[in-house]
């Protein structure tokens, strides 16, 4: 029997990156993740769902809350990634609001996680205001994004909160006035940020392949003694995520499943930077 095209991206492309189409996928995955001594970070592919597409939205929170339910069943521990375009900010931050609250009830039930991904620069407001409604239950965190100005502002302001952080270097294309545009100045802006969250947080979480990021929070951590966890993306540099996990440290591994994998490969393509990078990456995942 022949294979589409479609499947064969899916399978040899997008596989590298995500468990699979399905919930099954997801938590067969999540289970070879925890036996590497790492925690799942697991997010249902889809997003920028607008008004045509409620029953998508529907059908996300459906998913979402299957997915809550399976990995209590099958004694995964981890976390869940939400994005607030998926759960209907486009049509109505009301509606957002509703679809976040129910997750969070949900996952707080089972002692799951809930991080609310960041996506482009005019939906920061938005994420941020609902991040709040739910900061108190303190089973939830939210990214922040090293190539925006704003977000040393945001840190600053979260904090009062007592948020949780996941710090990235932000994966879309920010409007030249609210963002740094060369790589240099997202990295150093990144390592700001993560001694301001050493300075003035108690537990988040340093989100990049970036060894030499990684390093720094490594020797920051010896003097501050914060509750710290690294994070990387699956299939990108996870032998190296492993030997962190070997060494003691907390690793948690951002796995996307579904059959929207289009913008997420993307975005992944466009970071891989040249051709050879993202060969090594398809062929040895060691990148
Ligand atoms: C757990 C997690 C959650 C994230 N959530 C969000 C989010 O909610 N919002 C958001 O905007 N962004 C998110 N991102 C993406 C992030 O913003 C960056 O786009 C991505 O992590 C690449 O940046 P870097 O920090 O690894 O640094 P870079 O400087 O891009 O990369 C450092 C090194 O990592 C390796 N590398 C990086 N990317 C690739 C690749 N695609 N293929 C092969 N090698 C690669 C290379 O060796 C590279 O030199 C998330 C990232 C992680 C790890």
Known sequence: MGISARDFIER????????????????????KIESAGM?????????????NDRE??????????ELIA????????????????QLGLLISYGLLERNYSEIVR????????????????????????????????????????????????????????NAVVRLVKGAYKPEPEA???SRAEVTKNYARLMRMLFEGYGKFTIATHDTK?????????????????????????NRYAESLASKGYKIFIYLPFGREWVSYSYRRLREAGNFMLLIRSVLSQNA
């Open 12 to 31: 040899e492309l997008a596989g590298r990156w995500i468990a699979g189409p399905t919930l099954k996928d997801a938590i067969e995955r999540a289970g």
């Open 39 to 51: 925690e799942p970070m697991i997010n249902y592919l889809g997003e920028a769902f607008g008004s």
């Open 56 to 65: 998508k939205v529907k059908e996300a929170v459906r998913v979402y809350k």
């Open 70 to 85: 399976l990995m209590a069943k099958s004694r995964i521990k981890g976390s869940i990634a939400v994005k607030p375009t």
């Open 106 to 161: 949900e996952a707080k039930k089972r002692g799951i996680f809930v991080w609310l991904d960041m996506e482009e620069s005019r939906y920061v407001d938005d994420t941020i205001k609902l991040y709040k409604t739910r900061v108190k239950s303190r089973t939830t965190g939210i990214c922040i994004q090293s190539y925006l100005r704003r977000s040393e502002k945001d840190i600053k302001a979260l904090s009062r909160y």
């Open 179 to 181: 963002g740094f545009t």
């Open 213 to 237: 990021m990684i390093n720094e929070a490594m020797k920051l951590e010896k003097r501050y003694k914060k509750d710290i966890s690294f994070a990387m993306l699956n299939g990108i540099r």
